[in-house]
């Protein structure tokens, strides 16, 4: 597949009748959501149909989970899912005692271990590569009980 090239003097946002967006994110494009490169991944915990988990470790020592949302290279053309931002959307609304929290929303580059290098010169759709939901970490004890 060809890499698509922009012209710079084109404005970045442009609604559909060709005039030029000033979307005005205080943070930019990507809000508030934090660099996946601030989190050290310590080991991968499962991997399914939606994504992987891995422990991590944050900025401030804490161990947490990071599920990386699939996204599949067909879908990646449109930007993120809309399953996507609504599991989201929805497990950040949600707080019960039984649910696991969703923290933050983290965002990079790459497939590495701890790395996933975010450089000053990437473009928000190489930012936008991986996202992450960061979650409370649980601790899994014990053998599952066995089936009845």
Not at 38 to 57: C, D, H, I, P
Not at 79 to 87: D, K, L, N, S
Not at 96 to 111: E, K, M, R, W, Y
Request: proline share 6%; with cysteine.
């Amino acid at each position: 597949m060809a890499q698509r090239t922009i012209d710079p003097l084109l404005p970045k946002w442009m609604s559909i009748t060709g005039d030029a967006l000033n979307l005005g994110f205080p943070g930019g494009f990507l809000g508030k959501c934090s660099p996946v490169s601030s989190f050290e991944k310590l080991n991968q915990l499962g991997e399914g149909t939606y994504g992987v988990v891995y422990r991590a470790r944050d900025r401030n020592s804490n161990i947490v989970a990071l599920k990386q949302v699939r996204i599949l290279p067909q879908e990646r053309q449109n930007g993120i899912p809309i399953t996507a931002i609504r599991e989201i959307a929805i497990l950040q609304s949600l707080k019960h005692v039984n649910i696991v929290n969703v923290l933050d929303v983290a965002v990079g580059q790459g497939s590495g271990g701890d790395g996933d290098g975010e450089s000053s010169g990437e473009t928000t759709e190489q930012r936008l590569d991986k996202v992450y939901m960061v979650m409370e970490y649980a601790e899994q004890v014990g053998d599952p009980p066995p089936a009845v």
